[in-house]
């Protein structure tokens, strides 16, 4: 079985915190090491730009979260690790996807539209304040994805639109120039990121200011930890393992059995003091080590530089040849090169696949997607009226396959509504394709 190819975005606009490290560096690093996946990193430097437009903040996160991986033991002959600007094909295929991404679809983007609902609630015009940059943040995304052909994208709930539009626009491409170019991504959804506290209880973030840096000397570490809220609660009194944020940070990195020990010394009343000396001693034994390799990293940039460079280069031997059939695919090409000897069939529109809509025995009616070859693709659930089943319909080729998911033992979904089921021999991207044929022609 080939191996699949597993791909995470890091966005350079800020400096590592403990819960970025327990809910997101920690497994990712954990999961690289994993056989029978190719992992891919890269540090989302253009994406920081919607956000951050100081320079000085960017370059310094950069490094500071280059470090950070690298520290925290993510090993770049084993990974693709690269920055997101060293890859002059990132750009230039999101200009590709931006010729065929309808622009109805980026406006339900999620991020779009709460910036216009928030003009629109404040008496604003609708666009003030939003850049084409946040506008075609989707399209960017897209691109990190379809270049290297991911299968697999690591995000939570709220990133699951960008990965169905990643859908979309790459089957909406793979039709209109007729060859799969693209591999068509699924969002792998993480139901249990480790949600750190910060300093006052509330989940750690830098929205909140209550961070603890993930590096910092160990006196300062200790002193933040010293200075997390409690309760008032004595000596020798109970306390409360399930509302306790120190409890929490504790066991997240304690072993089970530290963790154990702590649990009974809660219920025996731990002074707060001493719970915290502890806190410090666990997170400290792991983080220590770390933050040696952390610091001599960021003594020394151009040893990073040098790593990004080279994993760069690693990127683009991928990178480079899927553009050069790109281009090619729309047209950009040696004006010295034969022209196709069928270039006025091949400027002929493709046939389409076509719904076919029919009643059964028990007087519910139904609809089965067929494609252009005849190979039937989708059959429907029943609908109690012609009129339900044409609106579904309608939806499928409106929304295209953006949002159609596939699961197991239970058929085809379109958000939470059931669709119907997939056909005999035909799979889940045969049918995102056929339905980004209707959403290129507009049908």
């Known amino acids: 079985m080939a191996n699949q190819r597993v791909l995470t975005g890091i966005t350079t606009s800020g400096t590592p915190h403990l819960g970025n490290y327990a809910g997101a560096i920690r497994p990712a690093v954990a999961a690289s090491r994993q056989a029978g996946v190719e992992s891919f990193y890269f540090l989302a430097d253009y994406h920081a730009l919607i956000k951050v437009q100081d320079p000085v903040r960017v370059q310094q996160s950069t490094l500071e979260i280059a470090a950070s991986w690298l520290a925290c033991g993510l090993d770049p002959d084993k ?14 295929l999101t200009w590709l996807l931006t010729c065929v991404a309808g622009k ?21 015009d ?27 994208v690591p995000v939570g709930r709220d990133q699951v639109q960008h990965i169905e539009m990643a859908r979309d626009f790459g089957a909406r491409f793979n039709h209109l120039y007729g060859q799969a170019y693209f591999t068509l991504p699924e969002a792998a959804i993480e139901e249990s990121v480790a949600t750190l506290p910060g300093l006052d209880g509330r989940k750690m973030s830098k929205s909140y200011d209550n961070t603890i840096a993930l590096f910092a000397d160990a006196t300062t570490l200790k002193k933040q ?25 504790y066991q997240a990195f304690a072993t089970p059995e530290q963790t154990a020990t702590m649990r009974k010394a809660f219920a025996e009343g731990i002074a707060w003091g001493d719970a915290k000396q502890q806190l410090f001693a666990v997170i400290d034994a792991e983080i220590a080590p770390m933050r040696e390799r952390y610091n001599a990293l960021m003594a020394n ?3 990073i530089e040098a790593i990004l460079q080279a994993g760069a280069a690693k990127a683009r031997a991928i990178a480079t040849p899927l553009l050069q059939d790109l281009r090619h695919a729309v047209g950009l090409r040696d004006l010295g090169s034969a022209l196709p000897a069928q270039s006025n069939a091949s400027n002929q529109k493709p046939a ?15 609809f089965k997607l067929v494609a252009a070859d005849g190979h039937e693709l989708l059959v429907s659930i029943g609908h109690a009226s012609p009129h339900e089943a044409g609106q579904m319909v309608a939806r499928l080729k409106q929304e295209g396959g953006a949002a159609l998911r596939h699961v197991a033992g239970a058929g085809l979904y379109l958000g939470e509504m059931q669709v119907g089921r997939l056909a005999a021999d035909a799979a889940l991207e045969q049918v995102i394709e056929a339905l980004a044929a209707f959403a290129e022609e507009g049908v």
Do not use: C
């Not at 990974?79 to 230039?92: A, L």
């Not at 084409?132 to 691109?143: I, K, R």
């Open 352 to 366: 389409l696949p076509v719904f076919k809509q029919y009643r059964e025995k028990d007087g519910y009616f139904h």
């Open 301 to 303: 940039p151009a040893r």
């Open 79 to 92: 990974v693709w690790f690269y920055r997101q600007s060293d890859i002059p094909e990132i750009p230039e």
């Open 126 to 152: 609708a666009d003030a304040g939003i850049t084409a940059g946040l506008f075609m943040y989707p399209v960017l995304m897209a691109a990190d994805i379809l270049l290297f052909g991911a299968h697999k």
């Open 104 to 124: 109805g679809l980026l406006n339900r983007a999620h991020a779009y539209k709460a910036a216009v609902d928030k003009n629109t609630a404040e008496g604003n």
């Open 225 to 249: 930890i010293m200075g997390l809220l409690t309760d008032s609660k004595a000596p020798g009194a109970p306390k409360d393992t399930e509302d306790s944020a120190l409890f929490q940070l």
